[in-house]
């Protein structure tokens, strides 16, 4: 048999339960190394229980940007 190819793909959401604040806009900075954690941490959790748990290798969170929520 032959290793399946990885293959690369971007989600995009939103948390409305996190306050945004400049920190997050520097990979150095104390807070986004701690956010950057928890998410990778319970993305991985999430999609490695969810269907493509089987084939799934691992996630890496990139950026934090600012968004708005319509309501």
Do not use: W
């Not at 928890?38 to 991985?44: A, E, F, G």
């Amino acid at each position: 048999t032959t290793a399946a190819a990885l293959e690369h793909f971007t989600v995009n959401f939103t948390i409305t339960n996190l306050p945004y604040t400049s920190d997050l806009e520097n990979p150095h900075s104390a807070k986004f190394n701690a956010t950057q954690r928890v998410m990778n941490t319970l993305l991985d959790k999430l999609l490695k229980e969810s269907s493509i748990g089987p084939d799934f290798h691992g996630c890496m969170t990139t950026a934090f940007r600012y968004g708005s929520l319509s309501h």
